[in-house]
């Protein structure tokens, strides 16, 4: 036997209307998660129980983002039924829209610096501590690709900074060696320049010495008293080795005592 139609009235009793409360309103959000995912609609459910409440539902988009949405398009719809018809009421309703929508954003912002939570639930909090968990880990993560960007970059400049030393040190080693070398080559030129002016010197030397000894001999030579022979009535100077072979005569004793002494 099959359950009777209920009658669509409000239910005065209390517990009986605050259980079927609870279980519609699963049902509820059960049915809204089956359509989204069956046919991939977004899907936003806002509940408030008699107490004031807050139960919501919302797809893989946020609440806001859908609550966005349905406010652009229902406000792109009655400006478009009240186009030819545009009065001053519409653009109070646009003041108060991006009034309520600032009030939201600076809410939101409060929120986030830890102000005003004492009027938020535990399930609110939750999502907060997981945006503030996210964002957190969205600039650490930012954080660390530009340290490394930037160690990186430091390790291309020491790199720069050792070949360009290693380029200046070898520059270096090479006009030391060139200018060692140029002074060797200054060096034995003054030594070679040197030679040359002493060799003719020497030369000039040796064959003026020579000269002086042999004109000194001459000279020498030319000193020798050699003894007086008296020969065939004359005197004559008696050569080397030749005096035991000389007569001589005709000179008076005292000359002949004399010259023997």
């Given at each position: 036997?099959?359950?009777?139609?209920?009658?669509?009235?409000?239910?005065?009793?209390?517990?009986?209307?605050?259980?079927?409360?609870s279980?519609?309103?699963?049902?509820?959000?059960?049915?809204?998660?089956?359509?989204s995912?069956l046919?991939?609609?977004?899907?936003?459910?806002?509940?408030f129980?008699?107490?004031g409440?807050?139960?919501e539902?919302?797809t893989?988009?946020?609440?806001?983002?859908?609550?966005?949405?349905?406010e652009?398009?229902?406000?792109a719809e009655?400006?478009l039924i009240s186009?030819?018809?545009?009065?001053?009421?519409n653009?109070?309703?646009e003041?108060?829209?991006?009034?309520?929508?600032?009030?939201?954003?600076q809410?939101?912002?409060?929120?986030?610096?830890?102000?005003?939570?004492?009027c938020?639930?535990l399930?609110?909090?939750?999502?907060?501590?997981?945006?503030?968990?996210?964002?957190l880990?969205?600039?650490?993560s930012?954080k660390?690709?530009?340290?490394?960007e930037s160690?990186?970059?430091?390790?291309?400049?020491?790199?720069s900074?050792?070949e360009e030393?290693?380029?200046?040190?070898?520059?270096?080693?090479?006009?030391?060696?060139a200018a060692?070398q140029?002074q060797q080559?200054?060096?034995?030129?003054?030594?070679?320049?040197q030679?040359?002016?002493?060799?003719?010197?020497?030369?000039?030397?040796?064959s003026?010495?020579?000269?002086?000894?042999r004109?000194q001999?001459?000279?020498?030579?030319?000193?020798?008293?050699?003894?007086?022979?008296?020969?065939g009535g004359e005197?004559?100077a008696?050569?080397?080795?030749?005096?035991?072979?000389?007569?001589?005569?005709?000179?008076?004793?005292?000359?002949?005592?004399?010259?023997?002494?």
């Amino acid at each position: 036997m099959g359950r009777g139609k209920v009658q669509l009235k409000r239910i005065e009793n209390k517990i009986n209307r605050q259980v079927t409360f609870s279980k519609r309103r699963n049902g509820l959000l059960k049915k809204a998660h089956e359509i989204s995912v069956l046919c991939d609609a977004e899907v936003a459910v806002v509940v408030f129980s008699p107490k004031g409440k807050l139960y919501e539902y919302a797809t893989d988009s946020s609440m806001d983002k859908i609550l966005e949405r349905y406010e652009r398009y229902s406000y792109a719809e009655k400006a478009l039924i009240s186009a030819e018809s545009e009065s001053e009421g519409n653009w109070c309703h646009e003041y108060r829209k991006l009034k309520a929508k600032i009030e939201t954003i600076q809410k939101c912002h409060k929120h986030l610096m830890g102000e005003d939570l004492e009027c938020l639930n535990l399930k609110e909090l939750q999502q907060l501590e997981q945006q503030l968990e996210s964002s957190l880990k969205h600039i650490r993560s930012r954080k660390s690709h530009l340290m490394m960007e930037s160690i990186s970059e430091l390790q291309k400049k020491e790199r720069s900074l050792q070949e360009e030393n290693k380029a200046l040190q070898k520059e270096l080693v090479e006009r030391q060696k060139a200018a060692r070398q140029q002074q060797q080559e200054q060096w034995d030129r003054q030594t070679q320049t040197q030679q040359a002016q002493n060799q003719p010197q020497a030369q000039t030397s040796s064959s003026s010495s020579s000269f002086m000894m042999r004109d000194q001999q001459a000279h020498a030579q030319q000193n020798i008293c050699y003894p007086l022979v008296t020969m065939g009535g004359e005197a004559v100077a008696a050569a080397p080795g030749q005096q035991g072979q000389l007569r001589i005569g005709g000179l008076p004793p005292w000359m002949l005592s004399h010259l023997n002494a």
